[in-house]
């Protein structure tokens, strides 16, 4: 765990670098150390996350140098990176896509093949702790294939099986057409006397008013006084 959190903290270079060159040689340290850890420990359960780190270093320093050499070690990474179990299907994911869109270039993918693996991708990380990650960046991948059919189903199964998720909640307001979305209350929550309620369980067959507010708006104080007196 320690190897780990100094090979990420080494990471920060590769970005606040002032030349393009520094820039480079921080990533090639990165990927050079964190493929050693690697090979030093060869079954440890916890590679998967060293594996995350040098790919995201191959990443950044193929931008920087767009050779086949660099490419050849990323798709190597994300080849032992897409073994991984579904208890780190998140640092999974980017390599199965990148994977995957290798595939399709090279036999030349028409719209329909790629929405077909796009669809396997989705079904492959479902139950995963990434099914939700998956689905959002098939949300934008859909309507680049013209599949606006998929896109829905995305946007109907994003609000189905995540209703109580606040960042999907706040990815499906910043990218619906209008303003409002319908989300689902759902939830136990602690009162202020310490009792918990359990949404939408205890407000059935009860008239119920629930009061949102942010504990930094101006005069919330006063406000919540006049809500109680009602």
């Known amino acids: 765990e320690t190897k780990i959190t100094l090979l990420q903290q080494g990471t920060a270079a590769e970005v606040t670098e002032s030349s393009a060159t520094k820039k480079r040689r921080a990533c090639k340290s990165t990927i050079r150390k964190g493929n050693a850890l690697i090979e030093a420990n060869p079954t440890a359960p916890n590679r998967f996350r060293v594996l995350a780190i040098v790919l995201q270093s191959q990443r950044?320093?193929?931008d920087l140098d767009n050779s086949a050499k660099y490419r050849d070690a990323l798709f190597d990474t994300c080849a032992k990176l897409?073994?991984?179990?579904?208890?780190?299907?998140?640092?999974?994911?980017?390599?199965?896509f990148i994977l995957s869109e290798k595939e399709l270039s090279e036999k030349k993918a028409d719209f329909k093949e790629r929405t077909k693996a796009l669809k396997g991708m989705i079904e492959r990380y479902?139950?995963?702790?990434?099914?939700?990650?998956?689905?959002?960046m098939a949300y934008f991948i859909a309507p680049k294939l013209v599949a606006f059919d998929l896109k829905q189903?995305?946007?109907?199964?994003?609000?189905?099986?995540?209703q109580g998720d606040h960042d999907i909640i706040e990815f499906r307001r910043k990218n619906a057409r209008s303003g409002l979305i319908d989300v689902i209350f759902t939830g136990s929550y602690k009162r202020a006397d310490g009792t918990r309620l359990n949404f939408p369980m205890d407000c059935m067959?009860?008239?119920?008013?629930?009061?949102?507010?942010?504990?930094?708006?101006?005069?919330v104080v006063d406000r919540l006084v006049e809500v109680k007196a009602m």
């Open 205 to 219: 067959g009860h008239t119920t008013l629930l009061y949102f507010w942010s504990k930094e708006a101006e005069g």
């Open 126 to 136: 479902r139950n995963t702790p990434a099914e939700a990650k998956s689905l959002m």
């Open 60 to 62: 950044r320093l193929l």
């Open 153 to 162: 189903t995305v946007i109907k199964t994003l609000s189905e099986r995540f």
């Open 82 to 96: 897409a073994g991984a179990p579904d208890n780190y299907a998140k640092l999974r994911l980017e390599a199965d």
